[in-house]
């Protein structure tokens, strides 16, 4: 064999175990760092969760809601993965010349489609870096290393078009429509001599076995993580309703020192597993950010930044602790923070590493890491996790950090805090008396309303309880629409019931907010009153309280069926229960709520009851049901000044405002709350009003002007 080969194998096996060899290397330090957090529990279900891997991996579906960035993303994900049998073939040609991949009579039709999927990638690589770079879309980042992946998927292309072009050259053989490219390639450069080709092929197939090995070393080490982390969260994603939160267990040990006791997450570690996990498969893609109302409305938070300054601080302490370095080859990156913590951890010899190693384990992760002020700015929309295309999760882990500074710090918001002890003196966010919570009925006192004591005193049974949630009860807007509904019930002979001054709030404010004490106690006194009256079915106006009852009560022992009053009033129309007859002469724009929509994927009933009003002309705004804006409400924050930026509601209802409606609904108390106000700061409250679902039906029903509501 030709001493140069054979030269060029041994270098070959060389830099290829090396570049494995680190490649494992990195992983398993990843793994090690995420072994960290606390272990989790999933279920098995493997057909499901395949399923999603064809969904959201090799489906690509969240990507493609960015039609633009999605379809670029679909070229270099299925490019990069079937160009590899040709970087296969090209590295072949290298070890052993002038031959190939034994396909036999299937090689030429290879070689063609090989060249059209390189073609594909460079045309994507080129259209990545005009969106970034030239078009400048504001989520992406720009810089060295942003672009870095960029050059090196450009390279590794060229390098496979001119090295088979080089090969015909070296080789003697005939240019074919098969290598179009290459073949054109050779004719270009036809005038070189058979030495000087294969000179230059060398240099082609060395720099890209290079740089593919160098890819693979940097990928686990770089956003570019999430090429392995990815399909790994995908697959192990919660099986549980959207946004859903888990209980915190408040039985202490008895042996535990009062001092260790906390709640919630107040060091990195504090986190499962699997929310680790989703801090290496972020694609830093900016789209969470993109369409998050606090980072929209100037506010401090940037989930997608959350994740990455997590991502950071576990790999920062994951050092420290394993004494394993994050960055490899090591000696390339000796100077750096983690890898200096790694070998102080390794060798704990002097003082000056022993303190430093203190420093980075007593960092705290609210406050050094994360501060108050982005944990507060979140409305839990979950607007961040429904565009996120590998299904990580914010929400739950800025709940989790609310947890530890509102349960183990005592740290809240002055007006939250006020909220806080109002609803657990009165059940209800004003400190109003829970003796009123039934007053609301003498608004209309024709519309029968009983409660459930009521009904069991005259012997009667009701279907539904109608939950009418503290905002119901209390606020005067929102009483209106209790009653619409109530009205809208008794019309279609349902037989219902309320609690009246024992309903007590839902605690979803509490929850969120990170009071999950009160939040159980709550849970428990209502449960209470649930069993007591043999309760079998909910139906409430407010989609917290919907949410809150369907999807995290039953951790709590609730077997009931939960409704929003949108869901059963499109029933009841379909059903004839319900028949609107007066004309709305209305230009309705539909606000989707983030808790009946984002988080329990009722869109459509809504629109459905507005498309059964006769007069009414439904538009759509821009952004709309699943990417539907936030109207600044959610996660406690109806209760809590914004003091940052300007006001969620206001920018919703400006994109509300650009469709020109002359109304603007909703099916949810708080954001119709937030939309008035937002038609007040706008000055626009005279000619464009806001109304309920249900009020706007009942105003078909049973109203005979067409005078506004305000």
């Not at 270098?11 to 995420?34: D, E, K, P």
Request: hydrophobic share 40%; net charge negative; proline share 4%.
């Amino acid at each position: 064999m030709n001493p140069l080969l054979v030269a060029n194998w041994i270098l070959f096996l060389g830099v290829l175990v090396y570049g494995l060899y680190l490649f494992v290397r990195v992983v398993q330090t990843r793994v090690a760092y995420i072994k960290l957090g606390k272990k989790f529990e999933y279920d098995r279900r493997l057909k499901r969760r395949l399923q999603k891997i064809w969904i959201y991996v090799f489906g690509q579906k969240k990507l493609l809601k960015d039609k633009k960035s999605g379809i670029i993303h679909v070229m270099m994900f299925y490019g990069f993965i079937l160009v590899q049998f040709g970087a296969i073939d090209f590295i072949w040609k290298g070890l052993a010349p002038d031959s190939h991949l034994p396909l036999g009579p299937f090689y030429p039709g290879f070689t063609f489609f090989q060249e059209i999927v390189t073609l594909t990638i460079l045309v994507a690589v080129i259209w990545a870096f005009y969106r970034r770079y030239i078009e400048k879309l504001v989520r992406l980042k720009r810089g060295f290393k942003a672009g870095l992946v960029l050059i090196f998927i450009g390279t590794l292309m060229v390098t496979v078009l001119v090295g088979n072009g080089m090969g015909i050259i070296w080789h003697g053989h005939e240019g074919a429509w098969t290598e179009p490219v290459a073949s054109g390639i050779a004719s270009a450069f036809g005038w070189l001599p058979p030495v000087a080709a294969a000179t230059v092929f060398f240099i082609m197939w060395w720099i890209h076995l290079l740089i593919l090995l160098t890819f693979l070393v940097y990928v686990p080490q770089s956003k570019h993580a999430h090429l392995l982390a990815a399909p790994v969260n995908v697959f192990l994603s919660r099986e549980e309703p959207p946004g859903k939160l888990k209980p915190i267990n408040f039985e202490m040990d008895e042996d535990a020192d009062e001092e260790d006791v906390s709640f919630g997450v107040g060091k990195i570690e504090d986190f499962n597993q699997l929310q680790m996990i989703d801090f290496y498969a972020c694609v830093e893609c900016g789209r969470c950010t993109n369409v998050c109302p606090a980072s929209g409305s100037g506010k401090m938070l940037s989930p997608m930044d959350l994740i990455i300054k997590l991502r950071d601080h576990l790999t920062e302490k994951g050092a420290a602790v394993t004494g394993q370095s994050p960055w490899v080859p090591s000696y390339a990156f000796s100077g750096t923070e983690g890898n200096t913590l790694a070998q102080m951890s390794r060798s704990q010899g002097s003082d000056e590493a022993a303190a430093t190693l203190d420093a980075v384990n007593s960092k705290s992760l609210i406050g050094d890491v994360i501060t108050e002020e982005e944990l507060w700015a979140c409305t839990t929309c979950r607007n961040c996790e429904d565009a996120c295309p590998v299904m990580n999760e914010h929400v739950d882990k800025i709940i989790d950090l609310r947890r530890y500074l509102v349960l183990t710090e005592g740290k809240m918001d002055a007006d939250g805090q006020r909220a806080m002890m109002n609803i657990e003196r009165q059940g209800n966010p004003w400190g109003l008396s829970k003796k009123e919570r039934e007053d609301w009925r003498q608004l209309d006192e024709d519309v029968h309303i009983p409660t459930v004591k009521e009904l069991k005193k005259s012997g009667e049974e009701f279907e539904y309880l109608f939950w009418v949630s503290s905002m119901g009860s209390y606020d005067n807007r929102s009483q209106k629409i209790a009653m619409a509904f109530a009205k809208l019930m008794n019309a279609a002979d349902i037989k219902f019931a309320i609690l009246g001054n024992k309903e007590q709030n839902s605690g979803d404010t509490a929850r969120r907010m990170g009071n999950e004490f009160l939040f159980q106690e709550l849970a428990e006194k209502n449960m209470k009153e649930f069993e007591k009256h043999n309760v079998k079915k909910i139906i409430t106006i407010d989609p917290h309280a919907y949410n809150i009852f369907k999807n995290e009560y039953p951790d709590f022992g609730l077997e009931a069926e939960v409704y929003h009053h949108t869901e059963m009033l499109s029933e009841w129309l379909k059903e004839g229960r319900l028949k609107p007859e007066g004309v709305v002469n209305e230009k309705i724009t539909y606000h989707d709520s983030c808790y009946l929509g984002r988080y329990n994927e009722v869109y459509q009933p809504p629109r459905e009851v507005l498309e059964m009003i006769p007069g009414v002309e439904v538009v759509e705004m821009k952004r709309n049901r699943s990417n539907g804006m936030c109207c600044g409400a959610g996660g406690g924050m109806m209760w809590m000044e914004e003091k940052s930026g300007n006001r969620v509601n206001v920018a919703r209802t400006e994109q509300a405002l650009e469709v020109e409606p002359t109304m603007i609904s909703s099916g949810c108390p708080f954001c119709l709350t937030m939309l008035s106000d937002g038609t007040k700061a706008k000055e626009v409250e005279e000619e464009v009003s806001t109304m309920d679902i249900a009020e706007i039906l009942a105003k078909s029903m049973f109203e005979k002007t067409e005078e506004k509501t305000a």
